[in-house]
């Protein structure tokens, strides 16, 4: 089955599945992004040119207490790449335990902060930042000013 077909398989069952009941959620979202570049290194090159240089699709959902966060981003510029950014299912045993299931946030390093420039930063390039891997993650907020999470 081609991407494509996977992906609107996936919007229709969960679209399906979260309006069956009233307090549950579909969410869909993304982003688009242009650049603007001169190669001013090519000869013949005098006029800037403009580019979509990235875009995203969001999907955030609910549903008999699951809950499903999927983005997957596209870099038409850079060789045409694109790959699942975080796709997960998630389920909170209560108020303080939340499980994950499936590419998520790895629990270490600089979890909510990332590099805002096109060069990144040290921490990025040595796996501290910006890091989603495949697994089952829980999360545990039931101390006060304390979070632990364990993937």
Known sequence: MNLKRSLLLIFIVVSISAF????????FGGALRFNVFNKSWIDNAT???????????????????????????????SGNSHFLHHGYLGYGFGDDLYMKLGVSQVPFGITKYASHSWWFQIPYYVGLED???MGIKFDYTGIENLKFSVA
Do not use: H, M
């Open 20 to 27: 069956s009941q009233k307090e549950d959620y579909v969410k």
């Open 47 to 77: 006029q800037p040119e403009a580019t979509i240089d990235t875009w995203r699709l969001n999907v955030d959902a609910r549903t008999a207490g699951v809950d499903l966060s999927f983005e997957y981003r596209f870099y038409p510029t």
């Open 131 to 133: 890091d989603y891997d």
